[in-house]
Nanobody, 124 residues
Framework: QVQLIESGGGLVQPGGSLKLSCVASGRSFTPLTMAWFRQTAGKGRDPVASISWHGSNSYYEDSVKGRYTISRDNDNTVVLQINSAKSEDTAVYYC??????????????????WGQGIQVTVSS
């Protein structure tokens, strides 16, 4: 069974920082491209950032460029560093991993496995 576990969510003040981590696990499982998406109430799941299998390329949504950094600690772990948090960053964040692509991608269809989602709330 493949499992993605997110951690690090919670409440952060505007302008503050937060770090989300996601660990993928499973017998004989190696995550390729990994990504973060987010979803707000009444809206769809939107891409935030993704990173290639070897970390050679990445994708960032325009609204988070310069504030978010995606990285991989190892083959199974992806980290999203959120800086200069804004109220519009408030959402449920989902970690995802692909078993079919190796380059960064913002497309939900490229990702086979998803975490349960963690809440990030930006508020004073």
């Amino acid at each position: 069974q493949v499992q993605l576990i997110e951690s690090g969510g919670g409440l952060v003040q505007p302008g503050g920082s937060l770090k989300l981590s996601c660990v993928a696990s499973g017998r004989s499982f190696t995550p390729l491209t990994m990504a973060w998406f987010r979803q707000t109430a009444g809206k769809g799941r939107d891409p935030v950032a993704s990173i290639s299998w070897h970390g050679s390329n990445s994708y960032y949504e325009d609204s988070v460029k310069g504030r978010y950094t995606i990285s991989r600690d190892n083959d199974n772990t992806v980290v999203l560093q959120i800086n200069s948090a804004k109220s519009e960053d408030t959402a449920v964040y989902y970690c995802a991993t692909s078993t079919t692509i190796v380059n960064a991608s913002p497309n939900t269809g490229d990702y086979a496995y998803w975490g349960q989602g963690i809440q990030v709330t930006v508020s004073s």
